[in-house]
């Protein structure tokens, strides 16, 4: 079976585990801080912080955005269609969510319908660059200029950067473009520390609390033995630590060979099945780069097509169901026409690095002779 996700990791990572066990600071260290100031040269964004997973990061991200509501008031303005992870972080923050339909040519959020939702309730927007394809975040920051103008404030966004390792808009990295963004280096993304993940900031500031709040708010360089520092906003145990930044560290060019690699597989299959019958492809536009951490596409007959793929020995996959039917999320229903549509007929097949040229000809082979 071709699966459609494998674990990206470096011959060197072992022996840079192994280092830092040996070494007596195996919790948030020098190897977090050189993870970190790596991030930075690749994101384009000096103000990293790194956290244990790409959830915290996502909750972290959300109490600075949204600030604490204790009372539950305030809504933030998401999509359903993602990881459950991305939505839970709004809940874990006290808040409502409030569901924004999708562009069945992106698989992103509509952001026609995110201007008709957003109100003074509005505390924050959090968008998924779905399978690496960013969001046009020109577009949205028009949304928000016009939500500004109406409303007197500025709603902040969230970027879910989970699928976007290497991703970039109008020529510069995600990460870059005004908001707060998240990354995850869990097992199987592009770059993986075992678990972990990153938010980038936009100004000091937000820099700043990030950096006290992944750590219960407390100054990590005050002296907490003999005097120990107030503590002016309560935070999390959300930091990074030194065994997963070290295999984060050794797995950065094995991330970008694997990104590569699964551009190259993608492209193949942008040119094999663009005219395929009761397959249709997801958007391209030339001023963004996609990082194809999935490939999904829409077809007709999902369960034929979903069985036809088994009986080749092709794993495949929705990969992420729609949030808004869990029972969790009931009181915040609503109508959301295009995901109707669209999420019945969305489907990945394997576009990892570990796809050869062989298995790639097999799976585009397989598609085209139908289900």
Known sequence: MIPLFKVAMSPEAPAAAAEVLGSGMIGQGPKVEAFERALAGRFGNPRVVTVNSGTAGLTLALRLAAGDRPDGDGEVLSTPLTMEATNWAILANNLRIKWVDVDPATLNMDLDDLARKITPRTRAIVVVHFAGY?????????????????????????????????????????????????????????????????????????????????????????????????????????????????????????????????????????????????????????D???????????????????????????????????????????????????????????VCVPVGWWVTDEQRRHIADTIKRGW
Request: net charge negative; with cysteine; aromatic share 8%.
């Open 134 to 286: 960013p969001v046009d975040l020109d577009r949205l920051a028009g949304v928000l200029d016009r939500a500004e103008a109406l409303y007197g404030f500025r709603p902040m966004v969230v970027e879910d950067c989970a699928h976007a390792w290497g991703a970039s808009y109008r020529g510069e990295p995600i990460g870059s473009h005004g908001n707060l963004s998240v990354f995850s280096f869990q097992a199987i993304k592009h770059l993986t520390c075992g678990d972990g993940g990153a938010v980038t900031l936009p100004t000091a500031e937000l820099h700043h609390r990030a950096e006290l709040l992944r750590w219960f708010g407390i100054e990590r360089s005050a002296d907490r033995l003999r005097n120990p520092p107030d503590v002016a906003e309560w935070g999390y145990k959300f930091h990074m630590n030194d065994i997963n930044a070290a295999v984060g560290l050794a797995n950065l060019e094995t991330a970008d060979r694997a990104l590569a690699r699964q551009r190259e597989n993608a492209a193949f299959y942008d040119a094999e099945l663009a005219a395929v019958p009761g397959v249709e492809l997801t958007e391209r536009s030339a």
């Open 288 to 346: 963004r780069t996609h990082s194809f951490w999935i490939y999904p596409m829409k077809v007709e007959d999902r369960a034929g097509f979903l069985k036809r793929m088994d009986e080749a020995g092709i794993m495949a996959s929705n990969v992420h169901e729609r949030n808004d039917k869990h029972s969790a999320v009931r009181a915040f229903a609503a109508a959301l026409p295009n995901l109707d549509a669209v999420a019945p007929r969305v």
